[in-house]
């Protein structure tokens, strides 16, 4: 479904010369399942996941959504996900039907077809009483329920969600995450980003664990669990980060 | 391209906007409300300066109140003014300081200066006394030269002799106050309205119109003619109006519309939708585009139909300064030139709205692009400035100057000139909206962060972060700066190269041409190799080609190349007519007869440019423009800069051409060594046909007596020439990154259309 190998990306930082957000990175996610990337803030979750949505390109590396290429074939994935992040916000002065409806155009989804779909998506996400809100007005919990309706209104068989959790409270939070369970039982293939252990814990079928731009471990979570004799995620993620040498991946001379 | 795609997002984006109430307070409600505003205001002041009663004195003999029209009892005669005149009289003879000096007034030399002087000032305090504005004062005898003026032109013109010069009564004013200087003001214009009345009817009155006419043909305008100055004052004007508006219309949405977006993160959301970045640029671009026309359109018309309704009501007043109201011809070619002007301002605007990360940043950015296009708007208005072949190339200049000679009855005779003005505009706006589509696919324009800069840590960046070969900004700055160094050299050397073609040896030349090209070209584009980049060496493409045969080829080329330059030349001299560039051409060719030897010549003329200009503009420019990801593009770019460092027009036009060919052969060959033999090879054979020092006139012109062998050898050239290219066309060559992924991009493309 997701196959994600040796991806590498380099930015180059006025203070700090170049910097290393990916090193090589590689792993694959599969249908009907939820993979969990987990990393500490800055540990280069989000590049990948934006090189995943086309709106990033790798230094160097592939990567391939359902077969298309994310350099080559970026329309054709753009097709095939649904993409939130923090950084996908919606509009100030589009109302939440508005809003779903202009990006489901974008898609091509006939108007009939867009409709019945729209009114199935404000059922289940209950958004029918602020479908006419606009942006501006709406609280963090609706905006959320919004991008997710955006990113899933053309049916994408893939779903990337970028710290999808942040900021929202208890009720919502859990809202999302059952609503993001009930896409998995759809058949949908989800990458999940997260630095809460619990909803790894709870959500993911498997995880890979990312800090300065390389993944350190990766299998299912019972994997892991057998793997590092540790039954708790958090601190199999704790005892695996502070164990790495505090190496600072800045290597101005390699290419 | 998805048009329906386009059509959604700019309707999204018309609509975003049409909610927004401070874009919209900018571009429709605040001009809807300035110019009528203005215009009350002009008309209020207008009517205050009309209620506002000037009290003038009037110092002269009893006869000037029998002038004939000048006054209707205690005001001028209505027929010179509207305004509110009160007017106060005061006979010569009862002033004691001229009683005193009479003698001196009456005589025919008039006072001494001193006396005047003098007599002014106690003309002032009788003002103050009188509680007047200020004094119309007449001299002794005046009043009697105005009564009999139809007589005397009647005599003078039996007599044969030219028309008398009317007497001129003095305005003395102190000027210290707006009501003071308004009615010294006032004064001019009614003496000058009295001075053409009184012609008129001595004209009428005497059928003398063609000695009046002679005598005074500025004051004696037609109609017509003011009518012309009118015109040409408002098509000064609209121009100007239409691009600030133009600008301003477009300015604030693009910001919105870009930076805004990014602001509020709504940006990504878009990005990572399956529209194209050139969809989204296109959709936003004609939002940006709606907003740049519709506001210069209703700027223009609000304020036409203003001007027009203030000016016609305050006629009086307006023709003190000499403005009527708009012509509606100018303001119906404005309307037309809007739209070529709004794509152009739009895509500009939009690219740079796209460069800045915030809605503050993207502010910033306003003034730079007055400055550009302002200049651009004022430069037709100065004199001498007319629609012809130089002025046609230049962005925005052209169109103004389009709608100039449209107005001014100019056009048909000017015509071609504007297909050229059309060519450059549609290059110019295709141009700015690739600019803009780029930002849009440039990571880094797209995801910058703030940044702390200071200039130690950017110079720390530049030396650390260097890369094997130049960035497409280094070499555009390297460009930029051979260019500056260039015109300075060319300012200092500006004297000396008069002198050189006047009366130079062959040393001065040696010494002019090695500043100019080692100096001002070269040697900024070896140091930026060696500061800026890793590998100078694959910067300037020092290495051997891929193959050696291309060296060879490369001359063989430049010897094809030259029936072809020779033809160019010759026909740009036709069509491009300049005598002094044709002169200095003959005088630098003559220079080189006094060289010691051929190869002495051929040293300053062949070998010098071929390896310092190669250096320079197929090595570091080249190589950093390549980063573009598009050969074609950095070929181009790096000919513009070889043409530009030309300084005489002929050769900036074959350096441009040759520069394409020198680009291409650098990129097929991989090696600045084909390309300094090309430009050698070049030079050295001109030199040599031109100074008669080969037995070859044939291969450029038809020779007189000999065998008809110029046309035959000019298509072999052709013939050789596409095969030579046919065979580098086929050479491998090493691409950049950005080259590679441009392709692969396209590749895959071309076969999803398949």
Redesign the interface.
Known sequence: MIHVRDLTKYYTDLERGRIVALDGVSFHAMEGQIFGLLGPNGAGKTTALRILSTVLQPTSGTATVNGYDVVTQAEQVRHQIGFVSANTAVYDRMTAWEMVEYFGRLFGIGDEELRARMESIFDRFQMNEFRDRLGAKMSTGMKQKVSIARAIVHDPPVVILDEATVGLDVLVARTMIDAVAELRDHGKSIIYSTHIMREAEKLCDRVAIIHHGRVFAHGTVDELRDKYHQHDLEDIFFDLISSQPPVEIQDASAV | MSW??VR??FL?EM??QL??RRTLFMIAVLPILFYPLLGVSFFQIAQFLKKHESRVLIVGEESVKEIPGLFEGETFSSNLTEQVVRVKFRELESLPFFRKYRDEFVSPDGPRPDVLTEFKNQLLMVMEEEDCHAVLYYPPGVAQKFTNYAVELAERRDAGQSAPPLPEPKIVSPMRTDAESMTAGLLKHVVKKHDRATKDSAAEQRELDELVREADPIVYRGEGSERRINTSLWSKILPFVLMIWAVTGAFYPAVDLCAGEKE???L??L??????RSEIVMGKLFTVMMFSIATAMLNLTVMFGTGAIVLSQIEDLAKVANVGPPPLAAFAWSLLLIVPVSVLVSAVCLALAALAKSTKEGQHYLAPVMLVALPLTLLPMAPQVELNFAFSLVPISGIVLVMRSLLEGTFFELWPYAIIVAVVTFFCCWWSIRWAVEQFNS?SV??REG???TLG??LR?LA??RQDTPSAAQALLCGLVILIVSFFLSVFLAKSFEELLARGTFADLFKSAFISIVVGVALPALLFSIMLTRSPRRTLQLGPPTKLLTIPVAALLALAAIPLSRLLLEGLQVVLPMTEATAQLEQLAKLFDSAPNVLAALGVIALMPAVFEELAFRGFILSGFRHTGHKWRAIALSSIFFALAHSIVYQEINALLLGLILGYLAIQTGSIWPCMTFHFVFNASQYLLFTNQLPLRHYVEEVRGEPALYVPILLASVALGALLFFYLQRLPYRRTREED?VE??Q??NAHQLA
């Open positions: 329906p795609n959604l997002i999204r609509r975003d909610r927004d509020r993160g709504t990504e959301t990005l990572s939708s399956p529209a194209r990571e797209l995801f940044e702390r800069w840590t950017w960046h650390r972060d992924l692969a991009i590749r895959e």
